[in-house]
């Protein structure tokens, strides 16, 4: 890489940029990159070799044990042909222990399914009572709620029902100065033609009370 030469003009100075900085920088990222991927490849594969250790040694126990059982019945069986109270003794222990042996796998299996199903309604029972337990606290502050609401929507019910009532009030009591002043109008208008009538008809006089 060239160094990073100095150009002064005036009172400015400009760095010029090196020839090779792009490139050294590619290489530095692609570097660690590289070095990333290696040490994952290198976990990974330690990782399997490890694995694989573990399934040759689990493998290899049970060649073994296999192996082992298959000696064990064949000097047994050995001592048993060349034994025969061995033999009796062996089959009568084997045939008498079949029943106790089943009870025993039985008692096991109920046990476990019956420790599993105890935890299992444990489990539904405590949380069950703590589900209870916050309920005791929700239930009242719902019902505070709903009374709240309840009460809400009753005021504006009754605030709207009001408000209507007096709208009819005032519509009835208009309607009523209405009518009256229509029928007021109306009795004057009556009057007015009557008197009009009589004027028309009777003729005016010095005794007349109403040229008086």
């Known amino acids: ?81 060349q034994y025969p109270a061995l033999q009796t003794a062996v089959l009568t222990g084997s045939v008498l222990s079949v029943v106790p042996i089943s009870v025993f796998a039985i008692y096991v299996a109920m046990t476990t399914l019956g420790s599993i199903f105890t935890a299992v309604m444990g489990v539904f029972l405590v949380e069950g009572g703590l589900i209870m337990l916050g309920l005791t606290v929700l239930l009242p502050v719902e019902c505070c709620i709903l009374g709240v609401a309840l009460a809400a929507g009753l005021a504006r019910y009754s605030g709207v029902i009001g408000i209507k009532a007096a709208q009819d009030v005032a519509f009835r009591t208009t309607h009523l100065i209405n009518e009256a002043q229509q029928k007021l109008g109306t009795e004057m208008r009556n009057v007015a033609i009557k008197r009009e009538r009589r004027a028309d008809s009777v003729p005016l006089t010095t005794d007349d009370p109403e040229f008086d």
């Open 1 to 81: 890489m060239e160094p990073v030469s100095l150009r002064a003009t005036g009172a400015s100075v400009t760095f010029a940029e090196p020839r090779y900085a792009h490139t050294a920088v590619s290489s530095v990222t692609a570097h660690r990159g590289l070095s990333a991927a290696l040490a994952k490849s290198e976990v990974h594969a330690s990782v399997e070799s490890t694995l694989q250790t573990l399934r040759n040694a689990a493998t290899t126990v049970v060649h073994n044990a296999g192996d082992i059982g298959r000696n064990a019945v064949t000097v047994l069986s050995a001592y048993m042909q």
